[in-house]
């Protein structure tokens, strides 16, 4: 009996003792380990993961002030005669309540200028996938691959077969993993597109790690260009999550001063503070006080 009670007693100590075990058993979930690795580690079968994880992701700016009225909840400065005078045929005649109308509100555009340069080729195919999944999955986005040339690709990426639509951007473009050309790609966007009223009040991102062969000073007068015109202007940079890391590239030094969001994009995680970033955009005091100025 009392070797029993000694062996129970003995078992009571070393549970005592495993719970007071400061361990800390931890479990990661496959989804939370590629949400912050590095697109430049992915392998093929972690790319195509992924796709699942950027298409969740949801891209939502500000909405901008329509010419379209709508009906409005309050007294507004816009009487609403159609509607008042239906309600008073319900009241004998009498205009017993009032309606009005007020500005309604549209999806704000959004356009994506991808670098698809040498130089992004570990970050490249791992962005086209998030921009495939923006095209295919909100209304009024445009999407352009930079590199030598200016292609435009949003007609490819609308696809809602991810895999297709790469396959259709990737036969697109025809410089990809080549050289770069920021400056004139930027310009040729501002001429043909940009200008004309596809960026106008749009929020744009660029995706590229800032390494141009081309003139900076030409790069610098097309981004001070595009900002006067857009509502936001924001540039994705992989390299920026790099320890260190200094804006030191003549590309990336001479667009940075007309960037009004600089931010990471080496990751999944990256991407999700992008689309925050995108969210919370608003027009900076030097985009309002330079509003009249013609581009």
């Known amino acids: 009996m009392d070797d029993g009670d000694s062996d129970d007693s003995a078992h009571d100590d070393d549970s005592s003792a495993a719970d007071d075990d400061p361990t800390i058993q931890l479990r990661f979930s496959a989804n939370e380990v590629l949400r912050h690795k590095d ?50 045929l319900r009241a004998s005649g009498e205009p017993v309540r009032r309606y009005w109308r007020e500005p309604g509100e549209r999806i704000r555009p959004m356009v994506l200028l991808l670098d698809v340069s040498g130089s992004m080729e570990p970050y490249a ?24 040339r200016l292609t435009r690709v949003t007609k490819e990426l609308s696809s809602r077969d991810p895999d297709k639509a790469l396959q259709l951007a990737s036969d697109r473009v025809a410089d990809w ?7 004139e790609c930027l310009r040729r966007f501002n001429d043909e597109w940009g200008v004309r009223g596809m960026a106008r009040g749009a929020i744009v991102v660029v995706l590229s ?22 509502h936001s202007l924001i540039w994705v940079n992989p390299l920026k999550v790099t320890p260190g890391y200094a804006p030191l590239a003549r590309g990336m030094a001479a667009a940075l001063p007309y960037v009004d969001h600089f931010v990471e994009g080496h990751s999944v995680a990256a991407m999700e503070e992008l689309a925050s970033v995108m969210a919370a955009t608003k027009t900076s005091p030097s985009t309002r006080a330079r509003g009249a100025i013609h581009a």
């Not at 079968?45 to 309050?74: C, D, I, K, N, Y």
């Not at 791992?126 to 999407?143: I, K, M, W, Y």
């Not at 790690?209 to 857009?230: C, F, K, N, V, Y």
Request: net charge positive; aromatic share 6%.
């Open 177 to 183: 993993s080549g050289g770069t050309r920021l400056g």
């Open 209 to 230: 790690d800032g390494w141009d062969r081309g003139d900076p000073e030409l790069l610098a007068d097309q981004m001070q260009r595009l900002q006067r015109i857009t």
């Open 125 to 148: 195919r791992a962005l086209l996938r998030f921009v495939q999944a923006a095209v295919a999955g909100r209304q009024r986005v445009e999407a352009f691959a930079m590199g030598t």
């Open 39 to 88: 697109f430049g580690a992915y392998s093929d079968e972690e790319l195509r993961l992924s796709q699942r994880l950027m298409s969740r992701l949801r891209f939502v700016g500000p909405p901008r002030r329509s010419l379209r009225l709508t009906q409005a909840r309050r007294k507004q400065h816009r009487p609403d005669l159609r509607r008042t005078v239906r309600a008073s």
